[in-house]
């Protein structure tokens, strides 16, 4: 069996996965852009001054709404500090920000769902939001809550909430130039070769109108590898601020132990959760949000 990497180098391996994944995303946005001017058969200048106009407005508006969609999607309320339960939540995570050097401390909220779960969105520091489930306030003891809060806070602090904005947002605009191209196409705006261009053009017109449709496809699999590797992340580097990775490993087994319940919150939002909860991550796949439980249950006790 092989040894477990040493946290620091599971940290920086994972950094080093999402950058690199970062870029691809940017070059197939490019690739998009590209595709898109030859088959229009535009000039490439004025698609890419097009396609950057309608990406910075895109990803202003999308930056702009992303938390208040995200809390209505979740239908997540602000955390009532009358109830005993949700109090010591909000204990917890501010023990975990000053624990991480994290200030504002973030807003607890609270979802009313009985699976055990918990997420953490926000644009920068002073809107970080943890919101956790009911039912992980119900089912989870202090030190498995503490491990739940470390993960979530652990995303914050690594700057994932702002990872996750931009991701979903890039993707969002693949999906938006590809869906505008081939919408135009379908409606007869664009322009194909004629019967007078070699085989060889119509070779490219071919491969562009290819690359159009599978964009979209190709960003939102990056999407989710994104995804898999910022968990991978938040699990190490939670287990380095609480100081006890068996806290979230023994979280992580409780959820791995259930069957999600039907989820009151919306599956736009399921990649921001510590596991998602419509589908559990019991195996790897390509279109997994979160990579399999029992690996990262793993991971952790090969530390601990």
Known sequence: MALALPLAEQVRRNKSATVRLFVLVFLILGGLVFSVSLYLQVPLVPALVLALVIGAIYLMISSASSVPAILAAARARPANPEVREEKLLMYAVEEMAVAGGIT????????EDEDINAFATGRNYKEAIVCVTTGALKSLSNEELQGVIGHEMSHIRNQDIKVTTYAI????????LAEIVLRSMFFGGGRRSNSKEGGGNGLLLIIALAFIILAPIISRLV???ISRKREYLADASGAELTRNPEGLASALEKIAATQPTPNRGDRTVAALYLDNPFRRGHRASAFSTHPPIQDRIARLRGKA
Do not use: E, R, S
């Open 169 to 176: 947002a890039l993707i969002g605009l693949i999906a938006l």
């Open 223 to 225: 999407y989710f590898a």
């Open 104 to 111: 504002p401390v973030p807003k607890v909220y609270v979802q």
